[in-house]
């Protein structure tokens, strides 16, 4: 199955072709659609359909300009355009964006359908070339591969001769003259620790950069970099959670990996890069790893006076309390015990060590996170405590796992206040603006101050669900309540919930609640009676 997203300003070509797609037997899925090409950018970033067909002439957005955002940020979907003009500089623009088809208007369904399959078969083929393990070692494994990924790895390690770097640059064809820098590092995981879940999973990632003079590349088996830059800082920002969404849809393409994003500060010297890969690579290190696939950003955590990250390093197990769960208290004692018995003979003593160590990581936790130990867990202060919590190993594992509980309680309460504001004035907007048909991404994301791509990434890692499915739902549940209570027809319902298109509303209706608006009033009316 392909998933098919239509935009198109014509309700009558969009139904067309949403029946043609979603007809019995057909190898391609319905995923959404739009009217606009500002609306379809927004919900095209969050339901990432495998075919894109669009319309060139659309209100806010064209079609040709909403083809080349979405090649930039997602160029695995392939692109149907279709034209009432017969306009070479149309096409032309079209094939230089790298457009899969260009039908003209009036179009048969034959015609549609060809296009379709045609996009099928050049997916299938790219499926093919990704699953080609010994080319894909070949061209990681070349002489200029290898040379570039060193001397990219130079630069972010800081180790480069930064005098004739663009010299270098020239060389190796790659682009890096900007006004801002920005690094993502990439540490992915094959659940099942498969070697060619792991392959498969490179193969993808390497392919979703297929430019030349991208600046991207593998620092270590495990670790994919990127380079983002531009002359824009808000841009470049933005960019980032868009990169790192289509990073993380193509890596679970593999289904056993997962990935870890981590995004490090902007800079704004080529020189300043190893700065921002030093910031992604330490939150990394407090990242928890479950086999669930995070972005995470310098962005959203506490920052010291210069920008970057406050961490405390002595203890790793302590600099990790940032994203361990709560089922984990009892590994993180465990790995204590651990510790403290490789030193038999010595319990009081190396315990007390490993005791301040811990505080010590817990108190710079609380502050990184806008708190004060002495209200938090003002016992853990007093001189009397670790010579008391060591006196044996039960006083120990018992006084430890209290702390422990209330540190993770005081930073569950924190993280989801940073998030929890965002959210919770999100939700407050889109109870407000969800009749609208121009509430989407682009708006709620204005409404709390953020870019779309950011906004995106905190509202589904939050609350477990996308914005689209979030404010569908909500439309849905609008609707189930005007059909059982009042007379008005499915078309006004469809309106009075924010859907542009009745036709529209009573395919998404029946695709969430398997009935058609009209069965789901006739089966509650005769389930009452």
Known sequence: MYSVFLADDEHIVLEGIRNRIAREGSNFSFAGEASDGELALSMIHEVKPDILVTDIKMPFMDGLELARI?????????????????????????????????????????ELEAALEKAADNIEEERRQLNDMSRLKEEL??????AKNKFLTDIVLGTADFSSVMDEVAAFKIQLAADFYKVLTVDFYSKENSESSLQNAKSRIAALFKNGDDAVFFISKTRFVCILMGNDQNEVEDDSYAVSESIVHITEMSFDCST?????????????????????????????????????????????????????????????????????????????????????????????SYMVDFIMGVKNLVEELGGNINEVAPEILEESFVEKSVQNEETFVHELRKV?????????ERMQ???????????????????????????????????????????????????????????????KKLLLNTNMKGADIAYECGFSDPHYFSYIFKKNTGFTPSEFKSSVKNQQA
């Open 260 to 352: 870890v994003i981590s995004i490090g500060k902007t800079v704004d010297d080529i020189s300043k890069i190893q700065c921002s890969y030093n910031d992604a690579d330490k939150i990394f290190s407090m990242a928890h790893i479950d086999g669930k696939s995070r972005i995470l950003s310098s962005d959203d955590i506490q920052k010291a006076s210069d920008g970057f990250l406050i961490l405390q390093e002595k203890d790793p197990i302590a600099s990790r309390l940032k994203f361990a769960g709560r089922n984990e208290i009892d590994f993180i004692i465990s790995k204590y015990l651990d510790m403290i018995k490789r030193n038999s003979g010595h319990f009081a003593v190396i315990a007390s």
């Open 70 to 110: 979405v090649k930039k940020n997602q160029p695995w979907i392939k692109i149907i355009i279709l034209s009432g003009h017969d306009e070479f500089e149309y096409a032309k623009k079209a094939i230089k964006i790298g457009v899969e088809d260009y039908i003209l208007k009036p179009f048969t369904p034959e």
């Open 417 to 479: 206040g940073r998030y929890g504001d965002v959210i919770l004035r999100a939700k407050e907007f889109i109870q407000n603006t969800y009749k609208s048909q121009d509430t989407c991404l682009s708006s709620i994301a204005k409404s709390v101050f953020l870019s779309p791509n950011h906004f995106s990434t905190i509202f589904s890692q939050a609350c477990g669900i996308t914005f689209i499915e979030y404010l569908t739902n909500m439309r849905i549940e609008e609707a």
């Open 404 to 412: 422990l509980e209330v540190i993770l309680s005081f930073r569950d």
């Open 141 to 146: 494994e070349s002489t200029v591969q290898l």
